[in-house]
Each structure stands twice: as structure tokens, then as C-alpha cells.
């Protein structure tokens, strides 16, 4: 099956800065990347879709100027959080996928401090 | 609006049966999921089901029914590495997945 590299699996960040994650697809064309944050003992959450070529479709509640979405080739989608703050640290996970199944990046873990 | 209903918590005994159940209420039905994930890991895929039925897979099995939107996940000869979320999605006419909130398994010795 498809493999989604996500990069990095953790990081700690200082508040104010900003961090940038990458998903990898490494043997499937990733038209589309979704990008998903879960929160502890919660469910993913849908923030943003990302269609290569094209902007971000961002879910209600998401600032688009705050989660910065690119997806410039069929391999590589990022996702930066900027002037990020404690209220932002969660769990991220990118995710792409066939008909069949839905492929998750490793995941990133956040932590603002 | 859009709803996928399963428990919070079940508890099992390891080298039971445990049967963990989804109701859904969605805009279209394009697939159902099950997504098994321990805590601070990504999901792994467990299942798909698009028709009615049972589908089998080693240990576990998935089951659904679409006019009653409902679906089961089915554990059986359940190990202390099967503790873990266990997450319903159903993919909804738009393609996107829709996530229910995760049933947390305890399996005791």
C-alpha cells in the first residue's frame, strides 16, 4: 500500500515561532492531502484539504492565516503553524488516500512552550 | 447535520470476543472505516466495507448494514496489544471521511 512519510514526529517550539511539518507520498500520486489535528482522548478532527496546484479548502473555525497549507507538487504537501501558541499544542496528522483506504502520515506531535 | 455514534469505553477479557458497534448518520455513504490507534501513534487501517455484509479478516471482522447505518467491528481471541482506540469513519458524498470519536478497549489479563 501507499506509504505517507510525515516529518517531524515530534518537536517543541517556543510560543511566537513558527513550524513547518511535510507529508511524503512516497509510491502514490497525492492529489489530495488531508490534514487532520486531535486533540487528547479525542477524535481527528479535519482542518484543511489540500489539492495540489490549487489553495487549501479550510474547515469552519480553522484560520487560514494561522495554518498555512501548501501542496505545490503530487509528492509533498506542508503544513505550517504559525506564531504559534500553547493552545495549538496537539497531535497533527496528514493523511491521503485510494478507494479503499485512507493512508495516515506517522504524525507530529506539538508542544508550545 | 453529520453523526457517527460509538461507545466511549469497553473493557474485554484477553482471549474473548468483543464486538464494538458504530451508528452513522451521513450526508451519502461512500465506505465505512475502522481505524485501530494507540495512544500518540497515527491510525492503522483496519477495515473497509462499501456492500452489506461481514467482511473477514483473521482476528477481526467488520460487518455492515447500510438501511440501519450500522456497523460492528468484531475482536475476537482478544491480546493485550489489541488494547487500544478503535476509531469508525464513513467516507461521506463529498469523499470526505467523517470520524467518530474513537471507542477506547481495555483488555484485562
Known amino acids: 500500500g501507499a506509504v505517507v512519510s510525515q516529518h517531524p514526529s515530534r518537536v517543541i517550539c517556543k510560543s511566537g515561532t513558527s513550524v513547518k511539518i511535510e507529508c511524503r507520498s512516497l509510491?502514490?500520486?497525492?492529489?489530495?492531502m488531508f490534514w487532520y489535528r486531535q486533540f487528547p482522548k479525542q477524535s481527528l478532527m479535519l482542518m484543511a484539504t489540500?489539492?495540489?496546484?490549487?489553495?487549501?479548502?479550510?474547515e469552519q473555525g480553522v484560520e487560514k492565516d494561522k495554518f498555512l497549507i501548501n501542496h505545490a507538487s503530487l509528492t509533498l504537501s506542508t503544513l505550517t503553524v504559525t506564531s504559534a501558541h500553547p493552545e495549538d499544542s496537539s497531535f497533527y496528522i496528514c493523511?491521503?488516500?485510494?478507494?479503499?483506504?485512507?493512508?495516515f502520515g506517522q504524525g507530529t506531535r506539538l508542544t508550545v512552550v | 447535520g453529520q453523526n457517527i455514534d460509538q461507545p466511549t469505553e469497553m473493557t474485554a477479557t484477553e482471549g474473548a470476543i468483543v464486538q464494538i458497534n458504530c451508528t452513522y448518520q451521513t450526508s451519502g455513504f461512500n465506505g465505512l472505516f475502522w481505524y485501530q490507534q494507540h495512544a500518540g501513534e497515527a491510525p492503522t487501517f483496519l477495515s473497509y466495507n462499501v456492500l452489506d455484509g461481514l467482511e473477514e479478516k483473521g482476528r477481526f471482522s467488520s460487518f455492515l448494514s447500510r438501511s440501519k447505518g450500522y456497523s460492528y467491528l468484531l475482536l475476537k481471541e482478544l491480546q493485550m496489544k489489541d488494547s487500544a482506540s478503535y476509531l469508525c469513519a464513513v467516507r461521506d458524498s463529498n469523499y470526505q471521511l467523517i470520524w467518530g470519536a474513537g471507542t477506547k478497549l481495555i483488555i484485562k489479563p
Open positions: 509510491d502514490f500520486q497525492a492529489t489530495t
Open positions: 493523511s491521503t488516500g485510494q478507494d479503499t483506504e485512507a493512508f
Open positions: 489540500s489539492n495540489e496546484g490549487s489553495k487549501a479548502t479550510y
